[in-house]
């Protein structure tokens, strides 16, 4: 079955640590999306990725980094510069231009 | 001004009732409207795309009034199966990230036996 998949499904962080999170997607779709959501909020977005080798800041990027080295995977990082790395992390893909999105299962990280 | 704007809620609702959810974006140029489906502590799914004339799927009626920037979902007989959080999204139409979704806080339903 083609589909999102994101893991860890739950991670604990130090305080100081880089952490990194997983997707993978095998609905050839050409962009993929990083969003955080917190309690209560709606989701923001950190990176996108519409082609290979290519990405760009969305709204909340101080403190991920990113790589699209392939169509298939889109992984975040979440470096110790960032201050309240507590959340949701969303995953989303979408065939270029075109509907809505599909969503992994999400990552909850937490920092202990 | 928040780019989509949603009425919070939570609405508790008895089982077969009729339930509206509005949602105004600040974005003229918005290019697609959506509405998503999230339980609690799930994924976001996409309940239905909103389209200029309205668009219906089964008890959900989607509106969009452009003129007003305001989009509506309707939930006919809502069910127990119905409770969960619904996001209004609306795709950047220009600006930074231009293109991408832009998500409404949600607005919870409870449904009630």
């Known amino acids: 079955d083609g589909g999102i998949t994101q893991s860890p499904k739950y991670l604990f962080r130090k305080e100081g640590q880089n952490v990194t999170l997983s997707c993978e997607q095998n609905l050839n779709h050409d962009a993929m999306y990083w969003y955080r959501q917190d309690p209560g909020q709606g989701l923001r977005l950190i990176y996108y990725s519409q082609i290979v080798n290519d990405f760009q800041k969305g709204d909340i990027a101080e403190g991920y980094s990113v790589s699209r080295e392939k169509k298939e995977s889109f992984p975040l990082t979440v470096t110790s510069a960032q201050k309240n790395p507590t959340a949701f992390y969303l995953c989303a893909s979408t065939s270029r231009g075109e509907g809505g999105y599909t969503f992994g299962s999400g990552t909850r990280l937490t920092v202990v | 001004r928040k780019e989509v704007e949603q009425d919070p809620g939570p609405f508790n609702v008895p089982e077969g009732a009729t339930v509206a959810f509005n949602c105004t974006y600040s974005n003229s140029a918005s290019q697609s409207f959506f509405w998503y489906r999230q339980d609690c502590r799930k994924e976001p799914k996409l309940l239905m795309s909103v389209y200029s004339s309205g668009n219906e799927d089964g008890r959900f009626t989607a509106q969009l009034n452009r003129a007003s920037q305001y989009i509506s979902l309707l939930i006919r007989d809502s069910k127990l199966s119905d409770s969960a959080t619904y996001l209004c999204?609306?795709?950047?139409?220009?600006?930074?990230?231009?293109?991408?979704?832009?998500f409404g806080k949600g607005t919870k339903l409870s449904v009630k036996p």
């Open positions: 999204v609306v795709k950047r139409g220009y600006g930074g990230s231009q293109g991408n979704l832009i």
